[in-house]
Every structure is written in structure tokens, then in C-alpha cells.
């Protein structure tokens, strides 16, 4: 039987190749045509967000576990940031990596009750546990600001260079991308991988065959919730303020549309999901006025009905029609 893992390898390099090439290049266009040069702020946020959506693409699009509380996550990561740096003047590295273990710590608290659970009732528990979080940035006034939020907070400095411009953080963000990018390629290639999707087609089948169901249940949603930790701790750098308003259910939802609009099953996918919903939310949306939340269940619905396998799914289809032409 041939083995065409080595293709694969060389096909991947060459897109991720392309992908950073074109991340190089894209400030140097920006600055070129004038119509795209205030894009760069957007994309800086396409690219926190595509951190987020690549952990939930494998907790839900490879593992098969319903999540509606990631932006929960997000928040943790954000206000540890926020509140340690602004309250009592921490190194926003060292709380960046605090964020990442205290969402390591609450994902393992809420991961092993609430993955016993399936289908709807997975939901449910993460969607409850959204709603508490979102409580307590509210209530805790004292350290979060509660509804009016927290602000100057610190940016990040590398070894004493200050990421001082929108450039210079999107250069800065867009190398994590390629790094967790990397990262979630290599685990869905992995024996985690395999088994990640064995679990996805069939937990009592998968058991069977000696994978540790629990085990990378947990794995995976600790993974997934870390990410967005790191994501959260650089949107607070970046904006210099936050809010409870952006970590609330609604933008959890919003989690969930990206990676059904690029492709659950497919890293690529969640990248391309988080960019469209991004550019929707910051730069198109506010042409439908209060109609937003139309226009995302408008989304979805298409999404399902017609292209089930989201956006990067449209290659391969129109392949296939041209191959019946």
C-alpha cells in the first residue's frame, strides 16, 4: 500500500509557505493602495480570532464536542492579563502565561463533569459555564471595572522593542498564528489526531479499540481553552482596554459561526471563517444596521443547507462539477 504521507508533508509546506508569504506582503500592499491600508487593524484581530478558532476547530470539528463557551476562555486570558498588569503591575508575559494556566486549571475543573455529557446537554453545561463568567467580569468591580470595563492596559514589549504600531502587532500576532497553525497540523497528524477523530465517528467504538476516550476528551478541550487564553491575553494588550460585552455568549456564538462558515473539520477552514466573520463584524456589518443578528443566522442557514462543508469546501466541488462537465 503507498504511502502518501510524504506528499501531504510537501503539499502542506507549500501552503503554509504561500500563506506566510503572503502575510509578509500584505502591509507592504497595504501601504500602496490606500483603500486597504486601514485593513491592517482588522487583520490584526482576524488573527487573534483565528487562534481561538483553530483550538475550537479541533475540540469540535475533530473531537465532536459542542462548546458554546470558548469566549469564556477568551475573557479569562484577557482579564488576567488586564487586571494583573493594570492592579499590580505584573510583566505581560508572565501573566500572558498565567492566563494560559488558569484556563488550563478551569478547563480541567469544567472538562471533567461536563464531557460525560453529550449532544445538547454538552451545550447546555458550556453555555451555563459562559454565562457564569461573564457574571463574574460584571460583578467583580473592584478588580474588572465590571460593566464599564478596564482600561490602560499595558501593550508588549519584545526584549525591550514595543509593539508601538499596528504593524509591528500584526506581524507579532500573525507569527503565533503560523506557530499554533503548525502546531494543530502536526496533533491532527498525530496518534492524537487519530484518535481525536475515531472519538468523533464513535466513542463506544473508539473505547473498543483501547483509546482513552476521557483522557483526550480533556486533552483536547484543555488544548482548545489554553489557546484561547492566549488569544484573549493579546487582544487585551492590543486594545488597551476590555469589557465583559466582549466575551459574552454572543461572541462565543460568533466563535461557533467562524468554523462553520470556513469548515468545521478543516484548520485552514477556521482560519478562513474567523477572516470573513472578522471583516463582517468590523466592516460590513454596520451597513445592516440592527439587523445583526439576522444576518448571522442568514449565514448559517446557507452555510448548512448549501455548503456543509463551509468555505474551503468550494474547490473541491467545483472540481467535481468540472469533472462531470
Not at 182 to 187: A, P, Q, R, T, V
Not at 232 to 238: E, F, K, V
Request: proline fraction near 3%; hydrophobic fraction near 55%; charged fraction near 10%.
Amino acid at each position: 500500500m503507498p504511502n502518501d504521507s510524504r506528499p501531504r508533508k510537501h503539499k502542506t509546506v507549500i501552503h503554509l509557505t504561500g500563506f506566510g508569504l503572503g502575510l509578509v506582503l500584505l502591509p507592504v500592499l497595504a501601504q500602496w493602495i490606500s483603500l486597504v491600508e486601514h485593513y491592517m487593524d482588522v487583520m490584526v484581530f482576524v488573527g487573534i480570532y483565528s487562534i481561538v478558532t483553530m483550538g475550537l476547530c479541533l475540540l469540535m470539528g475533530y473531537a465532536g464536542q459542542i462548546s458554546l463557551g470558548h469566549a469564556s476562555f477568551f475573557g479569562v486570558g484577557a482579564y488576567i492579563s488586564g487586571v494583573m498588569t493594570v492592579r499590580y503591575g505584573v510583566n505581560p508575559w508572565f501573566c500572558l502565561i498565567l492566563g494560559m494556566g488558569a484556563s488550563a486549571a478551569v478547563a480541567l475543573l469544567i472538562g471533567g463533569p461536563s464531557l460525560k455529557l453529550k449532544g445538547h446537554y454538552l451545550a447546555m453545561a458550556t453555555l451555563a459555564f459562559c454565562i457564569i463568567i461573564t457574571v463574574i467580569f460584571n460583578e467583580s468591580i473592584g478588580l474588572t471595572g465590571g460593566p464599564d470595563g478596564l482600561a490602560f492596559i499595558p501593550g508588549i514589549s519584545i526584549m525591550g522593542w514595543a509593539l508601538d504600531s499596528v504593524v509591528k502587532y500584526y506581524y507579532f500576532v500573525w507569527s503565533i498564528v503560523l506557530v499554533v497553525l503548525l502546531l494543530c497540523l502536526n496533533i491532527i497528524r498525530s496518534r492524537v489526531g487519530r484518535a481525536l477523530r475515531s472519538i468523533h465517528s464513535s466513542e463506544m467504538a473508539a473505547s473498543a479499540v483501547g483509546v482513552n476516550v476521557a483522557k483526550y476528551k480533556i486533552y483536547v478541550f484543555v488544548l482548545s481553552g489554553v489557546l484561547a487564553s492566549v488569544a484573549g491575553s493579546l487582544y487585551a494588550h492590543y486594545l488597551n482596554f476590555i469589557n465583559p460585552a466582549s466575551f459574552d455568549l454572543f461572541v462565543s456564538i460568533k466563535l461557533v459561526i467562524m468554523i462553520i462558515l470556513g469548515g468545521m473539520h478543516s484548520l485552514w477552514g477556521a482560519v478562513v471563517g474567523a477572516m470573513l466573520i472578522t471583516f463582517l463584524s468590523y466592516e460590513w456589518l454596520h451597513y445592516f444596521e440592527d439587523a445583526e443578528v439576522m444576518v448571522y443566522g442568514a449565514i448559517v442557514l446557507i452555510i448548512v443547507i448549501f455548503l456543509p462543508g463551509g468555505v474551503v469546501s468550494i474547490p473541491e466541488k467545483v472540481k467535481g462539477v468540472w469533472g462531470r462537465g
